[in-house]
């Protein structure tokens, strides 16, 4: 019965540790460097308190399975609130061989910021178009562009600042 009671503490104890951990490292990137110690401190006081559980009562297995899944739970919902919690900045290229216009004028439509100029690849000259917007905003950028054309391809940037210009939320049209 005890372990019946501690089989979900493991498990939510791990997702909150894990997703902790994920913040954390996204803070020590950003350079936000009280946030990401205050952060450190909670989520080892959590994982040292979960491992002690677990390792005294390592035959149990549904625990085992209780801290692997919280882990892999975890890393999901860090990543999940780092997005959210993001004011990050990201360039976005975009290449389409054959539909960047349209790509272009439905980006606009939706509210994004595109730039485009012509570049040379491989097979000859291709049209760049380039987005800056919160990274917050990648999921649907993603999804509004490969909806128009599944084989563009993307790479995306973060950036340190912005001046000036117009992007998805990140200043109002005028």
Not at 15 to 32: A, E, H, Q, S, Y
């Amino acid at each position: 019965m005890d372990m019946l009671i501690w089989i979900p503490i493991i498990f939510i104890g791990r997702v909150i540790d894990v997703g902790l951990g994920t913040i954390r490292f996204n803070m020590i990137i950003r350079r936000r460097k009280l946030f990401a110690s205050a952060i450190g401190f909670v989520e080892v006081t959590i994982f040292i308190a979960i491992i002690a559980r677990v390792v005294q009562d390592i035959n149990n297995f549904y625990g085992i399975l209780a801290y692997g899944a919280g882990f892999a739970a975890g890393t999901l919902v860090g990543i999940k609130l780092s997005e959210k919690l993001s004011k990050d900045l990201v360039s976005t290229n975009i290449i389409s061989k054959k539909h960047s216009v349209e790509i272009e004028a439905m980006l606009r439509d939706e509210g994004f910021g595109a730039t485009c100029y012509q570049g040379t690849g491989k097979e000859g000259g291709v049209r760049i178009i380039n987005v800056i917007c919160r990274e917050a905003k990648l999921s649907k950028l993603s999804k509004l562009v490969f909806k128009v054309d599944p084989g563009a391809f993307m790479v995306n940037h973060t950036l340190e600042g912005l001046r000036g210009g117009y992007g998805n939320g990140i200043k109002e049209k005028k």
